[in-house]
Protein backbone atom coordinates (compact mmCIF):
# COMPACT_ATOMS: atom_id res chain seq x y z
CA UNK A 1 0.00 0.00 0.00
CA UNK A 2 1.42 3.50 -1.00
CA UNK A 3 0.92 5.97 1.77
CA UNK A 4 1.44 8.68 -0.94
CA UNK A 5 -0.30 9.35 -4.06
CA UNK A 6 0.44 11.23 -6.38
CA UNK A 7 -1.70 12.83 -9.54
CA UNK A 8 -1.39 12.84 -12.56
CA UNK A 9 1.73 10.23 -12.94
CA UNK A 10 2.76 11.45 -16.36
CA UNK A 11 2.16 15.16 -17.80
CA UNK A 12 3.80 16.61 -21.14
CA UNK A 13 2.56 20.19 -21.76
CA UNK A 14 3.74 22.89 -24.16
CA UNK A 15 5.84 25.63 -22.83
CA UNK A 16 3.95 28.97 -21.18
CA UNK A 17 1.39 26.35 -20.00
CA UNK A 18 0.08 25.97 -16.29
CA UNK A 19 0.33 22.81 -14.24
CA UNK A 20 -0.82 21.40 -10.87
CA UNK A 21 0.27 18.59 -9.32
CA UNK A 22 -1.53 16.75 -6.38
CA UNK A 23 0.11 14.45 -3.68
CA UNK A 24 -2.59 12.81 -1.51
CA UNK A 25 -2.46 10.52 1.76
CA UNK A 26 -4.82 9.41 4.79
CA UNK A 27 -1.84 9.95 6.75
CA UNK A 28 -1.07 13.02 8.78
CA UNK A 29 2.30 14.16 8.17
CA UNK A 30 4.58 17.05 10.52
CA UNK A 31 5.98 18.24 7.42
CA UNK A 32 5.82 17.40 3.83
CA UNK A 33 8.75 18.42 1.07
CA UNK A 34 9.08 18.81 -2.36
CA UNK A 35 11.99 17.23 -4.58
CA UNK A 36 12.83 17.38 -8.49
CA UNK A 37 15.28 14.88 -9.69
CA UNK A 38 16.29 14.86 -13.31
CA UNK A 39 17.34 11.77 -15.34
CA UNK A 40 20.78 10.26 -13.63
CA UNK A 41 21.01 12.43 -10.36
CA UNK A 42 19.70 12.55 -7.22
CA UNK A 43 16.20 14.32 -5.70
CA UNK A 44 16.89 17.89 -5.26
CA UNK A 45 14.94 19.45 -2.12
CA UNK A 46 12.53 22.24 -2.99
CA UNK A 47 10.81 22.86 -0.17
CA UNK A 48 9.53 21.93 2.97
CA UNK A 49 6.01 22.83 4.47
CA UNK A 50 5.11 22.58 8.22
CA UNK A 51 2.28 23.93 8.90
CA UNK A 52 -1.32 23.15 7.88
CA UNK A 53 -2.87 25.60 4.94
CA UNK A 54 1.07 27.11 4.49
CA UNK A 55 1.53 28.10 1.78
CA UNK A 56 5.14 28.59 -0.44
CA UNK A 57 6.48 29.98 -3.74
CA UNK A 58 9.59 29.81 -5.18
CA UNK A 59 9.44 32.00 -8.32
CA UNK A 60 6.86 30.37 -10.59
CA UNK A 61 6.27 27.35 -8.27
CA UNK A 62 3.68 27.22 -5.77
CA UNK A 63 3.30 24.81 -2.92
CA UNK A 64 0.56 24.11 -0.79
CA UNK A 65 -0.16 22.02 2.44
CA UNK A 66 -3.43 20.93 3.16
CA UNK A 67 -5.28 22.23 6.13
CA UNK A 68 -5.56 18.53 7.65
CA UNK A 69 -1.55 18.07 6.73
CA UNK A 70 -2.79 15.00 4.91
CA UNK A 71 -2.21 16.27 1.39
CA UNK A 72 -0.19 18.96 -0.76
CA UNK A 73 -0.18 20.38 -4.13
CA UNK A 74 2.54 21.83 -6.28
CA UNK A 75 1.28 24.52 -8.73
CA UNK A 76 3.64 25.79 -11.88
CA UNK A 77 2.67 28.73 -13.58
CA UNK A 78 4.08 29.62 -17.11
CA UNK A 79 6.29 26.42 -17.28
CA UNK A 80 9.45 26.30 -19.06
CA UNK A 81 11.67 23.46 -20.68
CA UNK A 82 13.91 23.64 -17.32
CA UNK A 83 11.17 22.29 -15.14
CA UNK A 84 10.97 18.87 -16.86
CA UNK A 85 11.67 16.44 -14.47
CA UNK A 86 10.50 13.88 -11.87
CA UNK A 87 8.51 15.43 -9.23
CA UNK A 88 8.60 13.69 -6.01
CA UNK A 89 6.15 14.37 -2.38
CA UNK A 90 8.01 13.45 0.80
CA UNK A 91 6.18 13.30 3.83
CA UNK A 92 7.63 13.04 7.63
CA UNK A 93 5.60 10.52 9.56
CA UNK A 94 6.37 11.52 13.07
CA UNK A 95 10.43 11.45 14.09
CA UNK A 96 11.32 8.35 12.29
CA UNK A 97 10.31 8.20 8.43
CA UNK A 98 10.23 10.34 5.41
CA UNK A 99 7.72 8.78 2.74
CA UNK A 100 7.84 9.42 -0.73
CA UNK A 101 5.21 9.90 -3.33
CA UNK A 102 4.82 7.52 -6.26
CA UNK A 103 5.92 10.67 -8.44
CA UNK A 104 4.83 13.28 -11.57
CA UNK A 105 7.20 12.79 -14.77
CA UNK A 106 6.61 16.29 -16.08
CA UNK A 107 7.85 16.92 -19.66
CA UNK A 108 7.78 20.67 -21.13
CA UNK A 109 8.47 21.11 -24.61
CA UNK A 110 9.46 24.30 -26.30
CA UNK B 1 26.31 19.98 -5.74
CA UNK B 2 24.66 18.65 -2.13
CA UNK B 3 27.94 18.46 -0.74
CA UNK B 4 27.09 14.75 0.01
CA UNK B 5 29.16 12.28 -2.15
CA UNK B 6 28.83 8.85 -3.25
CA UNK B 7 31.17 6.29 -4.84
CA UNK B 8 31.38 4.77 -7.42
CA UNK B 9 29.10 6.22 -9.92
CA UNK B 10 28.28 2.92 -11.93
CA UNK B 11 29.00 -0.90 -10.82
CA UNK B 12 28.22 -3.78 -13.14
CA UNK B 13 28.79 -6.79 -11.31
CA UNK B 14 27.49 -10.65 -11.52
CA UNK B 15 25.24 -12.07 -10.08
CA UNK B 16 26.09 -13.97 -6.64
CA UNK B 17 28.74 -11.54 -6.19
CA UNK B 18 28.89 -8.55 -3.57
CA UNK B 19 29.23 -5.17 -3.64
CA UNK B 20 29.98 -2.15 -1.38
CA UNK B 21 28.78 1.61 -1.65
CA UNK B 22 29.81 4.53 -0.25
CA UNK B 23 28.40 7.69 1.31
CA UNK B 24 29.48 10.99 2.46
CA UNK B 25 27.32 12.96 3.87
CA UNK B 26 27.02 16.99 3.61
CA UNK B 27 29.48 18.49 6.58
CA UNK B 28 28.07 18.46 9.72
CA UNK B 29 25.14 15.77 8.83
CA UNK B 30 24.84 13.54 11.68
CA UNK B 31 22.29 11.43 9.58
CA UNK B 32 22.58 8.74 6.88
CA UNK B 33 19.94 7.01 4.74
CA UNK B 34 19.81 4.95 1.93
CA UNK B 35 17.49 4.45 -0.72
CA UNK B 36 16.69 2.55 -4.07
CA UNK B 37 14.94 3.86 -6.86
CA UNK B 38 13.99 1.32 -9.49
CA UNK B 39 11.62 1.77 -12.61
CA UNK B 40 8.82 0.00 -11.20
CA UNK B 41 9.20 0.25 -7.47
CA UNK B 42 9.88 4.33 -6.86
CA UNK B 43 11.96 5.56 -4.20
CA UNK B 44 12.25 3.20 -1.48
CA UNK B 45 13.45 3.65 1.95
CA UNK B 46 16.25 1.16 3.02
CA UNK B 47 17.50 2.27 6.52
CA UNK B 48 18.68 5.41 8.18
CA UNK B 49 21.73 5.74 10.48
CA UNK B 50 22.15 8.37 13.14
CA UNK B 51 25.94 9.13 14.44
CA UNK B 52 26.99 5.96 13.53
CA UNK B 53 23.48 3.87 15.15
CA UNK B 54 21.01 2.47 13.09
CA UNK B 55 17.74 4.71 13.72
CA UNK B 56 15.08 3.36 11.37
CA UNK B 57 14.60 0.26 8.77
CA UNK B 58 12.57 0.17 5.50
CA UNK B 59 12.52 -2.20 2.99
CA UNK B 60 15.88 -3.82 3.70
CA UNK B 61 16.13 -6.83 2.29
CA UNK B 62 18.51 -9.42 4.62
CA UNK B 63 21.23 -9.63 2.03
CA UNK B 64 21.73 -5.93 2.38
CA UNK B 65 23.63 -4.17 5.05
CA UNK B 66 24.75 -1.04 5.95
CA UNK B 67 26.54 0.63 8.73
CA UNK B 68 27.90 3.97 9.77
CA UNK B 69 31.25 4.91 10.41
CA UNK B 70 33.23 7.19 13.05
CA UNK B 71 33.78 9.85 11.01
CA UNK B 72 29.73 9.73 9.68
CA UNK B 73 30.63 7.95 6.08
CA UNK B 74 28.49 5.18 5.38
CA UNK B 75 28.57 2.15 3.50
CA UNK B 76 25.90 -0.31 2.16
CA UNK B 77 26.88 -3.77 1.94
CA UNK B 78 24.74 -5.74 -1.07
CA UNK B 79 25.22 -9.74 -1.49
CA UNK B 80 24.58 -12.53 -3.32
CA UNK B 81 23.25 -10.37 -5.57
CA UNK B 82 20.18 -10.63 -8.11
CA UNK B 83 19.02 -9.24 -11.27
CA UNK B 84 16.49 -7.39 -9.47
CA UNK B 85 18.84 -6.03 -7.19
CA UNK B 86 19.68 -3.63 -10.28
CA UNK B 87 18.55 -0.11 -9.62
CA UNK B 88 19.64 3.43 -8.95
CA UNK B 89 20.69 3.87 -4.69
CA UNK B 90 21.06 6.90 -3.09
CA UNK B 91 22.17 7.81 -0.15
CA UNK B 92 20.92 11.41 1.57
CA UNK B 93 21.84 12.92 4.70
CA UNK B 94 20.36 15.60 7.24
CA UNK B 95 21.43 17.83 9.80
CA UNK B 96 19.18 15.04 12.03
CA UNK B 97 16.22 18.03 12.85
CA UNK B 98 13.10 15.54 13.39
CA UNK B 99 10.75 18.04 12.46
CA UNK B 100 11.30 18.94 8.75
CA UNK B 101 13.23 15.88 8.20
CA UNK B 102 14.67 17.30 5.19
CA UNK B 103 17.17 15.69 3.09
CA UNK B 104 19.88 16.24 0.95
CA UNK B 105 20.52 13.56 -1.71
CA UNK B 106 23.78 12.12 -3.60
CA UNK B 107 24.06 12.07 -7.15
CA UNK B 108 23.57 7.81 -6.62
CA UNK B 109 25.25 4.71 -7.68
CA UNK B 110 24.08 2.18 -10.70
CA UNK B 111 24.32 -0.99 -9.83
CA UNK B 112 23.84 -3.22 -12.95
CA UNK B 113 23.74 -6.87 -12.22
CA UNK B 114 24.27 -9.19 -15.31
Known amino acids: TQLLEQSPQFLSIQEGENLTVYCNSS?????LQWYRQEPGEGPVLLVTVVTGGEVKKLKRLTFQFGDARKDSSLHITAAQPGDTGLYLC??????????FGTGTRLLVSP | DSGVTQTPKHLITATGQRVTLRCSPR?????VYWYQQSLDQGLQFLIQYYNGEERAKGNILERFSAQQFPDLHSELNLSSLELGDSALYFCASSAGSANTYEQYFGPGTRLTVT
Open chain 1, 90 to 99: AGALGFQKLV
Open chain 2, 27 to 31: SGDLS
Open chain 1, 27 to 31: SVFSS
